[in-house]
């Protein structure tokens, strides 16, 4: 069974620039959550999707969006990026019973200059 | 609001010894799960262990186990005979009943198995 992917895995963007991660859950699962990982904040969670509805969110600005397709691949978008959304953005995919582990893919690492 | 901590920024150990990771949690759920994972230097977040807030016995995989102290609220990592390859960042995290996915994390601690 193939694991969660993401794409890009690498991304340079520079200030005011908008940018578009995708991430596609393990077949099956129903659920993909988006975390920020910096080394100053650490883990933070974004937003969960289940079923195409945002089932529960973090504490982020309005300019981190996210949404999820009827095949349950989900993008999430930064728009006007700031340095600070230096990160790596990690998803994790998973049943959706709230039993199950969650898989995460492996990145997207994103710079903004 | 529900916490994680881990007080253990690095921790160094021998390669083929044991060595314990501590997470404590902190939350008014009676119903929670709590995990680790690992993450190497590529960033990849490794699931290694699960344990549920109704299980009655710790949880084992492999060799990792799970020290589950529910009433200090404690979920310490246990790796039995270090790896050169255990070496990387540790996260324990726990998710509640709110109906959502939602992991919390620690800040973790980074594990250094020395030959």
Redo the contacts between chains.
Sequence with gaps: KAGVTQTPRYLIKTRGQQVTLSCSPISGHR?V?W?QQTPGQ??Q?LF?Y?SETQ??K?NFPGRFSGRQFSNSRSEMNVSTLELGDSA?Y?C?S?V?R??E???????T?LLVL | AQKITQTQPGMFVQEKEAVTLDCTYDTSDPSY?L?W?KQPS??????LI?QGSYDQQNATEGRYSLNFQKARKSANLVISASQLGDSAMY?C?M?E????????????TKLTVNP
């Design positions: 659920s959550s975390y650490g883990l969670f969960e289940f089932r529960n973090g790596l990690l994790a998973t959706g709230g039993q582990t969650q898989y995460f893919g492996p990145g690492r | 799960g995990f994972y590529s960033g990849e977040m490794i699931f699960y996260f995290a998710r009943s709110d109906g959502s996915e939602k992991l919390v994390f620690g800040k973790g």
